[in-house]
């Protein structure tokens, strides 16, 4: 699962498709439409790629939903699930040019969706100023995936009603690239939708720190990826030896090593002092 962010690194090259070492399954050929293109993507590996970081998103978040059952806050968890199964939709129904894939059109369901899970909340408990200000994180978080699209227009940059803060000109290099990206806009999108994934993992692992103890530290691996990516983008280290999808393979391999010997041996050495407990109280 923490490999689904770089899945298509593992499968693809950026020019020749497919690994030599990939058996062919005839997925890449069923994809393909008339035009060459896969489900509407110009290569299989960017299909690939974009696919797996919602799906590692979507599933970061519903992990959080999953265990955050005696929260109040739980209902709202919908709203980023929400987001992360509709681009996941409209990629494989080939709906990216619809518009169902407008901006205006996600942000007015998901503050529909919001307001019913609203008033059904306030049934239940009391309105306050705290839960207000949680319950708009989430809609925050459930605009990253397309709020590029808010901000930006394709060709043209950022909207004429956007404030110019100088951060488009700060994160652009001598190469005219920004972060490594041709376009502000480009960054922005793989940016957000890195950091989407990212904050659903670390929710659903700070919700277990606080609540399970002992199963917390495998969510580390998930988050520290997640972490890494958003990391990568930021500084521009696409084109670094340590970004390879060799190294963060056995990094992910070797975390999770170290991590599961951890938890064996803190259970060994709680087990033995529970024995020797006993065997002082008999």
Same mark, same amino acid.
């Given at each position: ?16 498709? #497919?690994? &030599? ?13 008339? &035009? ?13 790629? @974009?696919?797996? #970081?919602?799906?590692?998103?979507? #599933?970061?978040?519903? #992990? ?5 059952? !005696?929260?109040?806050? +739980?209902?709202? /968890? ?8 509709? !681009? ?6 080939? /709906? ?29 408990? +009391? ?6 200000? /949680?319950?708009? /994180? ?34 652009? $290099? @001598? ?16 940016? @957000? ?55 963060? $393979? ?23 002092? @529970? ?8």
């Amino acid at each position: 699962m923490s490999s689904l962010p770089y899945f298509h690194e593992i499968l693809t090259t950026k020019s020749a498709g #497919i690994k &030599d070492w990939v058996p062919s399954l005839g997925i890449e050929s069923f994809l393909t439409g008339e &035009d060459g293109k896969v489900l509407g993507f110009s290569t299989y590996r960017m299909f690939l790629y @974009q696919f797996c #970081i919602f799906l590692f998103a979507t #599933i970061g978040w519903g #992990i959080w939903w999953f265990v955050a059952k !005696q929260k109040r806050y +739980r209902n709202f /968890l919908l709203l980023p699930i929400f987001i992360g199964i509709y !681009q996941l939709t409209l990629m494989l129904l080939k /709906l990216r040019d619809s518009f169902m894939n407008r901006w205006e059109l996600k942000l007015c369901i998901i503050l529909g969706v919001f307001l019913i899970l609203v008033l059904s909340t306030l049934r239940k408990y +009391r309105f306050n100023s705290s839960k207000v200000l /949680l319950w708009l /994180l989430f809609i925050g978080f459930s605009i990253l995936p397309f709020f590029h699209d808010i901000i930006t227009d394709r060709g043209t940059g950022l909207k004429p009603w956007v404030p110019v803060l100088g951060i488009e000109e700060f994160m652009t $290099f @001598q190469n005219g690239k920004i972060a490594g990206f041709g376009t502000y806009r480009a960054f922005l999108y793989f940016l @957000q939708i890195h950091l989407f994934a990212h904050l659903g993992w670390l929710g659903a692992f700070i919700y277990y720190a606080h609540h399970i103890r002992k199963p917390r530290f495998f969510l580390l691996v998930p988050v520290v990826i997640s972490l890494f990516s958003v990391v990568v983008i930021v500084l521009d280290w696409s084109e670094e030896g340590f970004n390879t999808p060799d190294v963060k $393979f056995y990094t992910t391999v070797a975390l999770g090593l170290l991590i599961a010997l951890n938890f064996y041996f803190n259970n060994k050495r709680t087990y033995v002092k @529970q024995l020797i407990n006993e065997n002082k109280s008999a």
